[in-house]
């Protein structure tokens, strides 16, 4: 039987190592359906509810795995379902690539059904390379660069197959004028700044007295290389969002995420240094790094189109994480262990007592905080955890550590919401063996994550370890939105925008074979998470979780804190009891000795860090 070009696709996926490609079905790829009945699912085709949930679960295969992710789909409705996942790829830096059908090349320019322009439509998303073959001679070198691209930048690509190109015979490219030839794979490199430039990063670092470290995720390959480095020069680290696992938290130099969801130790530590080293991070709010006539500093970045951004560093360093560290650390003169490194620790570990006051704060019915506190020194150390966007990404940033081999993500840049479930179904795929985990919000559970319980349910059984469990923060309110509006508007809370209904979602894991419960009691939610932990198959909390515990931001004010809560009196009458009873009574055993000041740089009471 003669190879079509959709076979050929399969099988030059299966030698890129492609194991998975999540997808949803579609008639604008019904020719690779059929070549994928031929090669007996190999690679495994993963049906997801949604061709954005497809793309979201490539995000968080790769992401987890540090390969290609691969997803495809059909044309016209298909192809633009798949946008939202790969723009969220995109912006934080991850390899992906997106196989889409197209209607036949006789129909295309005749208005067809279905028929939309790919090309123009993928060439943001897809910019560093997107392509459509129009017949099988192309094939090659266009799939191969795709890979090689995705891999290469840590990108999206896209690749376009017309219905009728997928069923032609497949021909290689000929050795002859006009044809394209290619070959398989990309080997890794490492590639490290000048010894010139080296030297003069060592020199800035080397005159600090009060350095200071930002790890985002390109640091994750170069654990060591910081530990030693922050030994030589004292200095504390703090992690930007995506980096969270790039670094252990059981260090007690070690701050804590870093912005809006940050701690305030790593907000002071920025406030406070001299001299910063930023590793593998394009975190991007400016306000939360030193003043700008502060500090010298020296950027780290892989991506020469990355570096320089953010902050006026007097060097930056292009190169790889690791192999730049390599190359820095002998130049390096090891500072004493001082006042500064001190306060850093000191201040860590009084943030560490706060947020465990903050958890122990009675809530109605259930403190949000408490939930995620108390999962904490429970998690397994080699937990593969996801977000949400919203309140739940806040609780995820500041109250679980990393330790071991954990690793957790969200949507960094593009924050998303819905990306949480699918994450860890992607992540599954990548290491069956490991548990999984995700904390969402109701927003985001009833937007796609109930849905896609359904592909869990699909596939869990095939699971090394059953366990992929979804904590769903239930507080009947697009909560982080609505804190947004009190701090930043001085609005109340918009009933008709914010209010969402009351899902039964435990309840509705169980109809389709997986696990459940609901938590109401604070007294229930350790015993819920160790029942969720120890369960021989999927499982779902539904903790009905208390809208009015706030996010602090760690820069606020108490008189910031306090405008926000007084905004609850605006027309939120269903809180009105809970400001008159002690909302700011609460805010202050939260955080014991915060001050009224009139800006971030105020005077902090002691137990206020």
């Known amino acids: 039987m003669a190879t079509k070009v959709s076979d050929y696709v399969l099988q030059r996926l299966r030698e890129w190592d492609v194991d998975h490609v999540f997808s949803y079905a579609g008639d604008g790829i019904n020719g690779l359906l059929a070549a994928w009945g031929r090669a007996d699912n190999n690679p495994k085709f993963v049906q997801a509810r949604h061709e954005e949930m497809a793309a979201f679960e490539a995000v968080g295969y790769a992401k987890f795995s540090g390969k290609v992710g691969v997803c495809a789909a059909t044309s016209g409705p298909g192809a633009i379902h798949l946008l939202n996942g790969l723009y969220d790829a995109k912006l934080d830096h991850v390899p992906v690539v997106a196989i889409v059908g197209q209607t036949n090349r006789s129909a295309m320019g005749g208005s ?86 080296v030297e003069r990063a060592a020199e800035v670092l080397n005159s600090g007295e009060k350095v200071a470290i930002l790890v985002g995720q390109g640091a994750r390959g170069a654990r060591a290389e910081v530990e030693r480095l922050a030994d030589l020069l004292g200095a504390g680290v703090a992690k930007a969002l995506l980096g969270k696992d790039a670094f252990p938290d059981d260090l007690p130099y070690v701050t804590g995420s870093i912005g809006l969801l940050g701690t305030r130790p790593s907000y002071e530590m920025m406030q406070e240094c001299d001299t ?3 590793i593998g991070s394009s975190f991007p709010y400016s306000q939360f790094l030193p003043e700008f006539d502060q500090a010298r500093a020296v950027q780290i970045d892989i991506d020469p189109f990355m570096i320089g951004l953010r902050y006026p560093f007097e060097v930056n360093l292009v190169g790889d994480a690791r192999a730049t560290l390599e190359a820095l650390i002998p130049r390096l003169k090891r500072k004493k262990h001082g006042a500064w490194r001190k306060k850093i620790e000191k201040d860590t570990a009084r943030w560490w007592e706060v947020m465990q006051r903050r958890a122990a704060v009675d809530a109605d019915p259930v403190n949000p905080e408490y939930v995620v506190h108390a999962l904490d020194a429970l998690l397994p150390d080699n937990v593969m955890l996801a977000a949400d966007s919203g309140s739940a990404a806040n609780w995820y940033a500041r109250h679980l550590r990393m330790r071991g081999e954990m690793r957790g993500s969200l949507s960094g840049t593009l924050a998303t919401m819905g990306p949480g479930v699918p994450y860890v179904i992607g992540a599954k795929f990548a290491h069956p063996g490991r548990p999984a985990l995700a904390i969402v919000g109701d927003g985001a559970m009833q937007m796609n994550g109930l849905a896609e319980l359904i592909t869990v349910a699909k596939y869990w059984q095939e699971w090394e370890d059953p366990r992929l469990i979804v ?6 309110d697009l909560n982080q939105v609505t804190w947004e509006m009190r701090a930043m508007s001085g609005a109340p809370q918009f009933l008709p925008s914010q209010a969402l209904p009351d899902v039964p979602y435990a309840d509705f894991a169980r109809t389709i074979g997986l696990e459940g419960v609901r938590v109401e009691k604070p007294g229930d939610v350790e015993s819920a998470w160790h029942r969720a932990l120890g369960a021989d198959r999927p499982f779902v909390i539904d903790f009905r979780t208390d809208p009015a515990v706030p996010p602090i931001p760690p820069h606020a004010t108490l008189d910031q804190i306090e405008a926000a809560a007084l905004s609850l009196l605006k027309g939120d009458s269903d809180k009105t009891a809970v400001v008159r009873q002690g909302f700011k009574a609460k805010v202050q055993e939260m955080l014991p000795g915060r001050r009224r000041e009139s800006g971030p740089g105020g005077e902090q009471g002691p137990a206020g860090k």
């Open 112 to 197: 067809y059904q279905q028929e939309v322009d790919l090309l123009s439509l993928y060439k943001d998303v897809a910019s560093d390379f997107c392509e459509m073959v129009t017949v099988p001679e192309q094939l090659p070198n266009v799939l191969d660069r795709a890979m090689r691209t995705a891999y290469a930048k840590r990108t999206v690509t896209a690749v376009i197959i017309p219905a009728d190109v997928q069923e032609l015979e497949y021909t290689p490219p000929t050795h002859a004028f006009k044809m394209v030839p290619s070959s398989l794979g990309l080997s890794s490199y490492a590639p490290a700044p000048a010894p010139k430039d």
């Open 471 to 476: 904590a769903v923060l239930n507080n009947q």
């Open 276 to 278: 910063l080293l930023v």
